[in-house]
T-cell receptor, first 115, second 113 residues
Framework: DAGVIQSPRHEVTEMGQEVTLRCKPI?????LFWYRQTMMRGLELLIY????????DSGMPEDRFSAKMPNASFSTLKIQPSEPRDSAVYFC?????????????FGPGTRLTVL | AQSVSQHNHHVILSEAASLELGCNYS??????LFWYVQYPGQHLQLLLK??????LVKGIKGFEAEFIKSKFSFNLRKPSVQWSDTAEYFC???????????FGKGNQVVVIP
């Protein structure tokens, strides 16, 4: 089992540039989650999808952030334009939701630095 | 929305000491409960989980947690820690049937050899 795969692992960019983070969930999982981790705010859920449909995007900080899931095996999180305060580790997680029992498995994360 | 409280953010202890990390949540209904561990520079890994049944749950690496419904608590324990247990530990809660996880702020645990 390959686990959740994220790319890139590290990204350094300049303010104003577009950033795209990628995630491949565990095969067979039907839910996908994007989290952001910072020292100040801890782990925050940004958005989650169920069967490729966005269910809850209330955690997305602002319009600069967007997420897509075009199929069951791929999702992107895009920041355009990026700002220094977006610097964080972004985790993707996936799960198979069944009968109220749902365990999320996390990817290795993308460490984003916006200069 | 549910919230999760973890106290004693920084814990320093010696090898072979016992560890207990507290976790309290605010939600009146049925919940699913999790502890995740994040080793330095790594991603979150599932340590243990509780959905139903025996409130004493055993996880990996000798960890266990006890769900006390009346206290809205899910405390993590390990009788004898090792240097390799140095990590950050996160408690997480989700209402039954809802897969939106709420995380606590985490406990940074440092085990001194």
């Amino acid at each position: 089992d390959a686990g959740v795969i994220q790319s890139p692992r590290h990204e350094v960019t300049e303010m104003g540039q577009e950033v795209t983070l990628r995630c491949k969930p565990i095969s067979g999982h039907n839910s996908l989650f994007w989290y952001r981790q910072t020292m100040m705010r801890g782990l925050e859920l940004l958005i989650y999808f169920n069967n490729n449909v966005p269910i809850d995007d209330s955690g997305m900080p602002e319009d600069r952030f967007s997420a897509k899931m075009p199929n069951a095996s791929f999702s992107t999180l895009k920041i355009q334009p990026s700002e220094p305060r977006d610097s964080a580790v972004y985790f993707c997680a996936s799960s198979f939701s069944r009968a109220g029992e749902d365990t999320q498995y996390f990817g290795p994360g993308t460490r984003l630095t916006v200069l | 929305a549910q919230s999760v409280s973890q106290h004693n953010h920084h814990v320093i202890l010696s090898e072979a000491a016992s560890l207990e990390l507290g976790c309290n949540y605010s939600y009146g209904g049925t919940v699913n409960l999790f502890w995740y561990v994040q080793y330095p520079g790594q991603h979150l890994q599932l340590l243990l989980k509780y959905f139903s049944g025996d409130p004493l749950v055993k996880g990996i690496k000798g960890f266990e947690a006890e769900f006390i419904k009346s206290k809205f608590s899910f405390n993590l324990r390990k009788p004898s820690v090792q240097w390799s247990d140095t990590a950050e530990y996160f408690c997480a809660v989700t209402p039954y049937g809802n897969n939106r996880l709420a995380f606590g702020k985490g406990n940074q645990v440092v085990v001194i050899p």
